[in-house]
């Protein structure tokens, strides 16, 4: 069957899917400890930024802002780091890293950061002298990219401005990419299971914060600053997401000499298959037998479901490029077959990746895959009258969903239209029997509401 990968053919952009380049440093930036990001631009790039973040999690995430105004757009701006670097300084004392973001305004001005972070730098050797505090310059102009190339540069800066060499940890590193809590907690139980020590990073697992009396309102990351800096002796490192935090493993290759690895995002069997492979090549410890289990559990649960009712289904993706990736083997697993994979940035790369050569090898329909793409190209293709069965993708798609009586499954990021749903893993084994049930579940409620041989529910 044959693969057709293009570029949006129009100009502009109608209902995007992505974010800016700041939303993801300040992703990335969230999920370490004793940290705030300051946003170098104005109030809307962080305030919108959080809200999003917080109507994904339900939770709230400290984020700050340069607030940059008029005069500081003509005059320059660098003033506003300096202030706002002092004041978070006073106010955090626990505070220990500050990865300071930039944004398509402060860009265009062209303010000196790194100048102004050796400035500051001696500020605060006056003011707090013995305090360990590091700034971080992360440039990200919104024009650019987008989220997924943000949280990209920032873990390369991050890591490029922390990582240094010691003593070897025997750990393995892990760059998680934009994954959800629930993925990052899924990566943390494999490890366990084959009594293997990573290096999480970024480890988002705390963000599902309780609620405890008179403590903290407030969920944060868990990365440390000396995860940071010892992932410079580490045994390996591997990337789950090719386009998110592979560039800092191959910095740390090419800097530190630590043996690097980009796996397949281990969504689906045979990509978790080969992200336990990468471990156990790494660590020389074998694939435990509790893992061997969970494995065949999750084929039991797709066996059940994919001839019967998943088998020639059409089905439309678009989110990040990782992610879409994976859910499109995924689906190729299960007799799904992923038709319309839709990416929302103007990243070349796409053309060049092996994954998709693979999938055109193994599809059972004609697939498109579009790049720099938005809603409206979903929406274009169901309104002509494609055929689609079923949308996955996060809830900014909803409505191309709803109004056309297609049935969803909510995935990736943000999910704010339904509960809880990042705390679930797509990834692992776990993952896999999550995804097959869950679409299944979602399709049998669609043929209940359509009275579409909902009767075969009775007999399965």
Request: charged share 25%; hydrophobic share 40%.
């Amino acid at each position: 069957m044959s693969l057709e990968l293009k570029q949006k053919e129009r100009c502009g952009i109608i209902n995007p899917m992505y974010n800016c380049q700041p939303a993801g440093a300040q992703f990335a930036s969230i999920g370490i400890k004793d940290c705030i990001p300051l946003v170098h631009g104005g109030q809307g790039c962080s305030m919108f930024v959080r809200l999003l973040f917080a109507q994904h999690f339900k939770e709230n995430f400290e984020i700050a802002s340069s607030s940059v105004h008029e005069e500081a757009a003509v005059f320059g701006a660098v003033k506003r780091i300096e202030e706002g670097v002092m004041t978070l300084a006073q106010r955090y004392p626990d505070l220990r890293v500050i990865p300071i973001i930039t944004t398509c305004s402060t860009e265009t001005i062209g303010d000196d950061i790194e100048g102004t972070i050796r400035k500051v730098n001696k500020m605060l050797e006056a003011e707090f002298p013995g305090r360990e505090l590091h700034l971080v310059a992360v440039h990200t102009p919104s024009y650019n990219g987008s989220h997924v190339s943000g949280y990209n540069v920032a873990v390369q800066s991050l890591t490029k401005t922390l990582a240094k060499k010691g003593e070897p940890t025997g750990k393995i590193n892990f760059f998680t990419g934009w994954l959800n809590p629930g993925d990052v907690k899924q990566i943390k139980h494999i490890l366990s299971e084959m009594g293997v020590e990573g290096n999480i990073l970024l480890d988002t697992e705390t963000f599902d914060a309780p609620t405890m009396p008179g403590k903290d309102a407030f969920a944060y990351g868990s990365t440390t600053v000396e995860d940071f800096e010892n992932s410079a002796n580490a045994k390996g490192s591997i990337s789950l997401c090719k386009y998110q935090g592979a560039s800092a493993a191959n910095f740390l290759q090419t800097k530190f000499q630590v043996p690097s690895v980009v796996t397949n995002t281990p969504i689906g069997i045979k990509n978790t298959d080969l992200f336990l492979e990468e471990i156990s090549k790494m660590s020389g410890q074998p694939i435990s037998d509790s893992l061997v289990e969970e494995r065949g559990r999750a084929i039991d649960a797709m066996a059940d479901l994919a001839h019967m009712f998943f088998a020639n289904k059409k089905v439309a993706i678009f989110g990040d490029p990782d992610l879409v990736i994976g859910l499109a083997q995924f689906c190729q697993e299960v007799e799904l077959e992923p038709t319309l994979l839709l990416l929302g940035d103007d990243n070349s790369a796409y053309t060049k990746d092996e994954r998709l050569a693979e999938l055109e090898m193994n599809a059972t329909a004609p697939m498109e895959v579009i790049w720099n793409a938005d809603l409206w190209e979903l929406e274009r293709r169901v309104k002509e009258g494609q055929q689609i069965d079923l949308i996955m993708g996060h809830s900014k798609g909803r409505y191309v969903a709803t109004d056309n009586k297609i049935p969803m499954v909510r995935v990736g990021f943000p999910t704010f239209d339904r509960a809880g749903l990042w705390k679930y893993p797509v990834i692992g084994y776990k993952g896999a029997e999550w995804l097959a049930e869950t679409i299944a579940n979602t399709l049998f409620v669609d043929m209940e509401y359509k009275k579409n041989k909902e009767w075969i529910l009775n007999v399965w």
